[in-house]
C-alpha cells in the first residue's frame, strides 16, 4: 500500500465494498451473509442492513449491549438519545442459571441432528463511533460440556434463533469447499504471477471440483461410493479426495482397461496408450495398480 500510495484496506472494508457490488445484482430481494469473528463489526451490519443485507456471524461474548430507548415527551428540548440502560454482558447471561434457557433440537455438522440449550433475546449492539444497531443475538450451551458457550447473532430481529444456528452451520460446507480445493486442485497455490492469469484460473478450478462431484455422482447412479480406508483413521464420510480417486480411476478404466476380461491377469494396452497409463503409474501407483495384477503391452517399450 505505501508503494502504490493506496490506504489499506481491511477485511471489513473489502466485505463491504463487496456488499455492494452483490447487492446491485441480486436486486431481487434479501440475502443472507454468513461470516466468523472477523467480521463482528457494527460498520458492517450497518452496510447490511443498508442493502437489504441479513448478516449472521458468530458474537463475541463481551460486546456492549443496550436496552432500546424509552420514547421521549415530544416537548422535551433535548438529544433524543439513542439508546437505553446497558445490559448485562453475553458472559454474564451464560453463567446466569435463573435465564429462560430453553432445549432445541438443531441441525448440526455432519447433517446431524444435535440437543443444545439456547437463549435469546433482541437489543441495541453498541461501539464507540458508531450508531447502535438493532440484533438478535443467540447463546448456544453444549449440555455434554456446559463450559463451552458459544454466541451468534443476526440482523434481522424476526428470524427463529434456532434458523440462525442452523444458517451459521452451513458456512462450513463453503469452508471445506475452499480447502479442498485448494488442497488437491492448487487453488492459492497457481505458478502465475499475473493478476488477470489468477483471474482464469481460479473459477476453472472451481468449476473443475463441481465437474468432479458431478461425474462421481454420474458414475454411481444411485450406488455407493467405495471410501478408501487408513489404518489410523477411519474415514466415515467422503472427502473430497476420495471422490477425486474414485473419478480418476473410472476414467482411466474406462480409457485404458476397457478390454478387461473378467478375473483375467493380463490386460492387452495399445502403444499409443502405454505413455499416459506409465505416467499415471508414477503419479497415482494406488489407485492404478488396483486395477490389474499384470500389464502386458502389444509392443515394445519405447524408449522416452
Known sequence: NDETGKKHK????????????????LSYGVWILIGDEVYVCVELAHSC???????ISRLRT???????SEKQPTNKR????????RLPSLKELAKDPNQPWKEV??????GITKRVKILSGVCLWHTNGQDPVNIRWVLVVDPENEDNVEAF???????????????????????VTFQEVRRHLGVETQRQWSNLAIARTTPALMALFLLVCLIALQSLRGGILPLRHIAWYNIKRAAFFVVLAFVRR????????????????????????????????????KWLKSSCREVAFSSVVPTF
Not at 433440537?105 to 455432519?110: I, N, Q
Not at 447473532?153 to 469452508?175: G, H, Q
Not at 478390454?259 to 499416459?276: E, S, Y
Request: some cysteine; aromatic content about 14%.
Open 10 to 25: 481491511t477485511t471489513v472494508g473489502w466485505t463491504i465494498q463487496a456488499i455492494d457490488i452483490i447487492s446491485r445484482w
Open 49 to 55: 442492513n443498508a442493502n437489504n443485507v441479513t448478516l
Open 62 to 68: 463481551d460486546v456492549r449491549l443496550f436496552a432500546f
Open 78 to 85: 433535548c438529544r433524543k438519545p439513542k439508546k437505553g440502560k
Open 105 to 110: 433440537d438443531v441441525t448440526w455438522y455432519e
Open 153 to 175: 447473532f443476526s440482523t434481522d430481529e424476526a428470524i427463529d434463533p434456532k434458523r440462525i444456528i442452523e444458517i451459521f452451520v452451513l458456512r462450513w460446507n463453503i469452508e
Open 250 to 285: 473410472t476414467l482411466w478404466v474406462e480409457k485404458f482397461l476397457h478390454n478387461l476380461v473378467l478375473n483375467a491377469d493380463r490386460v492387452d494396452l495399445f502403444r499409443k496408450d502405454m505413455g499416459l497409463y506409465l505416467i499415471g503409474l508414477l503419479l497415482y501407483p
